[in-house]
């Protein structure tokens, strides 16, 4: 037999694409339902298909359907999977000190930015919002959104643009509007000798959209590819009335890492306006393009499963909160 330590390793997430794969039957519906490329998505039932040690799927077939072997697997892995949830609810039962806490999943950009804010004015609006307990784990959006479809949070707040929407299926999850927020360039302010209080001059920007020079490039802070601002800013750029020159110096796929760049020169980043607001009132940034030209405005949503459809009981906590902020947006 075969010691424990040196079998191969089976991922969740893997069976959770094989059943959705068996749903939709076709490899690209799945891949924007459980949110990854389908490159990405193709390898991991790969990977599912190598440590069954078997083909899953037949793939001279469209749409595409399972293999007798993958037929048996799948009913196999949907106990699995049930069997699996049953076990985390039971878990949550044991909680019973927790119920009192607020669990979110937040995208990194707003774990660092909106949420603080938004939570201490709540805390001053909302009358029971005193006594709430709050949990935050901060993702990349992928895996917040993720957190959210496995059951694995009480609330998720992430970006939305029109041309970028997450799949989340209406009929199991509601979302309710936190406001809006401007993702636009911004570079370090360009130091002026001379300057003299009480009024001087406003901000240059060390780097501009489009540059001062025709033919020079900018450089350009860039978000890792696969990130959703990185999406965001391609579209952007897309849109733009002119080619932009931009130089890509440095990558990461965290708005403070691009922030903490363009605040020591390195070049320009696009950010969000609720991260800057404290540079640009101290002149330590200063927005890199005319107001309203390479920009785009994306909504902060808050979404929740619908408690019909739950798989477990929704906090008191949660659904107090929910109901307030669903006040708020009426209003």
Request: contains cysteine; hydrophobic residues 45%; glycine residues 6%.
């Amino acid at each position: 037999m075969q010691p424990l330590a040196t079998l191969p390793r089976v991922e969740t997430k893997w069976l959770e694409d094989f059943v959705s794969l068996a749903e939709t039957r076709s490899f690209s519906r799945s891949a924007q339902l459980r949110h990854v490329t389908q490159p990405a998505f193709s390898r991991r039932i790969q990977a599912l298909e190598a440590w069954t040690g078997i083909d899953l799927v037949d793939r001279s077939s469209y749409p595409t359907r399972l293999t007798p072997a993958g037929e048996t697997f799948h009913a196999q892995a949907l106990e699995i999977l049930e069997a699996l949830n049953a076990s985390r609810n039971m878990m949550r039962g044991f909680q019973a000190a927790g119920q009192d806490t607020i669990e979110f999943a937040v995208p990194h950009t707003l774990a660092f930015t909106f949420f603080p804010h938004w939570l201490m004015q709540l805390r001053q609006r909302f009358e029971g919002a005193a006594a709430v307990k709050t949990r935050l784990t901060a993702l990349n959006v992928h895996d917040a959104v993720l957190r959210l479809t496995e059951g694995g949070c009480d609330l998720l707040i992430a970006y939305h643009q029109d041309a970028l929407p997450l799949r989340l299926a209406s009929e199991r999850y509601e979302m309710l509007s936190l406001g809006h927020e401007t993702l636009a360039p911004y570079s370090k302010a360009l130091a002026r000798e001379g300057a003299k209080p009480p009024a001087p001059p406003a901000p240059e920007p060390l780097f501009r959209l489009p540059p001062a020079r025709a033919g020079t490039s900018v450089p350009f802070l860039a978000y890792a590819p696969g990130a959703y601002m990185a999406r965001v800013v391609e579209m952007i750029l897309q849109r733009a009335e002119v080619p932009l020159p931009l130089d890509a110096v440095y990558e990461t796929d965290m708005a403070e890492g691009l922030k903490a760049m363009a605040l020591e020169g390195h070049g320009l980043a696009f950010l969000p306006e609720s991260s800057v607001r404290q540079e640009l009132r101290a002149g330590r940034l200063v927005r890199a393009s005319a107001p309203g030209r390479f920009e785009a405005t994306m909504e902060v949503r808050i979404y929740r499963e619908r408690p019909q459809g739950a798989r477990h009981t929704v906090k008191a906590a949660a659904q107090a909160l929910w109901d307030y902020l669903g006040t708020q947006a009426a209003r």
